[in-house]
DNA sequence: TGTTACTTGTTATAACATAACATATGCACC
DNA sequence: GGTGCATATGTTATGTTATAACAAGTAACA
């Protein structure tokens, strides 16, 4: 909704920028890759993406369980479970493993290699592309008769924000 | 112990090797750091890591805390947690996400950037150098702002042995 | 309309991790 | 050698994250 916003993709998390740009532009997406799959959009999964979408950063399952359970979904962790599993499983999300913690994908069906930045200040996570990296890591592996699959990559530091806050 | 194996340095995981010199130059470097460091290298801790060293692979806490208990230490997790807790610490074993999960270092005291790679189908974990990745990482983080502390780097995939076993 | 695949919900339990406190040990210093 | 402090070990108890197994409901489609 800012002026500063530019026209077209998702900021970074750390920069200022539209939020609810992000939201809606992900969340198109998602119901794009979802009908092109033919896949089901169903309402928890739904309601499951929209509350990873609020914010920029990663929520444990039970947060989300808790939030699904107040918009008249069932209370058990499976519920929660299950609808993030669906959701990361098609790209629509991602798991934080260092948070034990999940995050909604910023620009799903693109068909990418995330990794992610994690402040320890302000928990916020930013995704960002891994491609670059993964090149390196492949042709290190197949170097060693290894073949990588999927990577998981994930920084742990200070935003800027967050690094003159704390000086 | 075989004629193969190279005179110094850890072998990658998944390359065979002299598993027994592995084990011997990681424990005599860890013993070399923890003094160094002024540390204190208790028999709970040794055996820990020794534990650790068995095998090229990763263990779950529990599995580390029923080895230490068999071998007359307690039998609470806390053992187990503060042992590995204190070996990762001081670098002398890594702590795999992924897999909620230990490994042991397999060149302490060396300041390394390490990377994992796991295989989906042994389950052995390799431990390489991501320094050349580290660079990728840092630059594009500061072009956001971010400063990286800490990365995980870790790779799922399968081995040569196993991918040929699977075909 | 019946069948099939999938989704949701439940109960119960497994697996991973830490807080808080008591006891014991190592070590510097007098 | 004793005193005092920091560190380490052990315990109980609890918190947090994740899954197995099964019953009931719903969509899609022949």
């Not at 900021?11 to 799959?37: Q, T, W």
């Amino acid at each position: 909704m800012t002026a500063s916003s530019p026209p077209t993709g998702p900021e970074p998390a750390f920069v200022p920028h539209d939020h609810h740009h992000c939201v809606e532009s992900a969340l198109a997406g998602a119901e794009d890759l979802v009908r092109a799959k033919g896949l089901r959009m169903t309402p928890v999964r739904r309601r499951a993406l929209e509350i990873l979408l609020e914010r920029h950063g990663a929520m444990g399952a039970y947060d989300v369980l808790q939030r699904l359970a107040e918009d008249g979904f069932g209370h058990q962790p499976p519920v929660a479970y299950r609808a993030l599993d669906f959701l990361v499983e098609h790209g629509l999300a991602h798991r934080i493993q260092r948070l034990n913690a999940f995050a909604a994908c910023l620009h799903p069906g693109e068909d990418h290699h995330a990794a992610f930045l994690i402040c320890r200040g302000c928990h916020t996570v930013a995704e960002v592309s891994a491609d670059p990296l993964r090149g390196a890591l492949d042709e290190g592996a197949a170097a060693l008769g290894f073949s990588v699959e999927r990577a998981t990559i994930e920084a742990m530091g200070l935003c800027s924000a967050c690094r003159e806050a704390a000086a």
